[in-house]
């Protein structure tokens, strides 16, 4: 198997955000953990009554994609433009818009810390981003990820048919004095998985983490054990990435109405990465598996017996895509 890292890009900031002065925010412990809080999957924060483990927070995206921030006083210039470049990132790619909070109720509070984690969706009130990696600009986008409502991909329902824990091997006192088994636990009720496992998502641990023993975690699965050192990878969102994060929020380009009443049910597009393509329903696409790809015709199946009427396929900007529905 072949890996395309995504092309990033750069951007040049050129106005650095200054810090609320009088922004209310909740307490927080020493780690930087509000209290009353504390850690899951190892930089996840949740409420001390959350129970382990629980689905996805299905109703808590941001309105609009709309995302007030305000930065710590203990963040400098200079790790304020840093991060501001991890969030073009996810602008990028889907309707997001990263702002300046102007007394919005529901914002970041984006600090300096010793450890990155944040929640999970918007919480409600200040939320804490804590940021320990400045200059890794991906890990900075995995943890604003989260804030924007993504979980772990090896926390899905089906991951079990990918990848193994090798729970013998996972470290047995590293998290908070216990067992980090629960770092691997899997989603109940699959938390509102979307398209197929996704190896080269940014959301994937790697195959060492919290490792005892020095040996991997995680094993892929065979046919997929290509992927084996690739999953963990900080350095790109994946095609995958796009594609959840412009079915949450919506893709950055318009739509492509493709008919299902006419045949052939196949063609090619000029697609946008993350733009929808929404089939014309006067004839039922229900039970219809999507083919994408740069080939044509193309061999990856991306959507199988599809219920909906919009999809948000992978893609690059300026590249030709072919695409097929099959029954």
Known sequence: ?????????????????????????????????PAGHFLIEGDIIVPEEHLLPRGTFAANFWPSGIVPYVFDANVSSTNQTLMLDAMAAWEEVAVIDFRPRLGDPNYLYI?????????VGMKGGSQVVNIFNWN????????????LGLWHEHSRADRDQF??????????NCC?????????????????????????????YGQFDFSETGSPTITVLPPNESWQGAIGQRDHISDGDIGTMAFLYGGCASSTTLPVNQSPLNGSINQSAGAPLVW???????????????????????????????VYPPGQPGTTYYWFLNL
């Open 1 to 33: 198997m072949t890996h395309n890292p995504m092309q990033s890009f750069v951007y040049l900031v050129s106005i650095l955000v200054t810090v609320a002065a009088h922004a209310q925010v909740e307490p927080l412990e020493a780690n930087g953990i």
């Open 111 to 119: 600090r300096a810390s010793s450890q990155n984690s944040s929640f």
């Open 136 to 147: 890794f600009k991906f890990i900075m986008a995995h943890e604003l990820a989260h804030a």
């Open 163 to 172: 990848v193994q824990i090798n729970y013998a091997n996972i470290c047995q």
């Open 176 to 204: 908070n004095g216990d067992s980090c088994d629960h770092n691997f636990n899997i989603r109940p009720g699959g938390g509102g998985e979307f398209g197929s496992y996704d190896f080269d998502s940014l959301m994937h």
């Open 280 to 310: 014309n329903m006067v004839a039922d696409a229900t039970g219809y598996d999507v083919y994408w790809g740069t080939t044509n015709p193309p061999t990856t199946r991306i959507y199988y017996n599809i219920d909906r009427t919009d």
